[in-house]
């Protein structure tokens, strides 16, 4: 069984950053790939990123050259560097498993940028 807590996020400018981290209760080893989600307000929930076990990683084009995912397969955490940030990127950013399976879904942290 495996539990994902995200923290990290908060309110800041355009062009600030921020860094969510995303901490497993147990081995993440069992999921072969990990991915950042995002829900905007009135929006779909959508894809930021996802990285592998190899960490082979992609981006959505809104995203891609600013943000980057990590991942410590030691520390059982998985990262999103967020640069550049831009008001469109206020949301709840979720980690998963890629793809996504509904038995992970955690509370998500809240991202605001201030235009």
């Known amino acids: 069984q495996v539990q994902l807590v995200e923290s990290g996020g908060g309110l800041v400018q355009t062009g600030g950053s921020l860094r969510l981290s995303c901490a497993a209760s147990?081995?993440?080893?069992?999921?072969?790939?990990m991915g950042w989600y995002r829900q905007a307000a009135r929006k779909q929930r959508e894809m930021v990123a996802t990285i592998t076990s190899g960490s082979s990683t992609n981006y959505a084009d809104s995203v891609k050259g600013r943000f980057t995912i990590s991942r410590d397969n030691a520390k059982n955490t998985v990262h999103l560097q967020m640069n550049s940030l831009k008001p469109e990127d206020t949301a709840v950013y979720y980690c998963n498993a890629w793809p996504k399976q509904d038995r992970y879904w955690g509370q998500g942290t809240q991202v605001t940028v201030s235009s």
């Open positions: 147990g081995s993440i080893f069992s999921i072969s790939a």
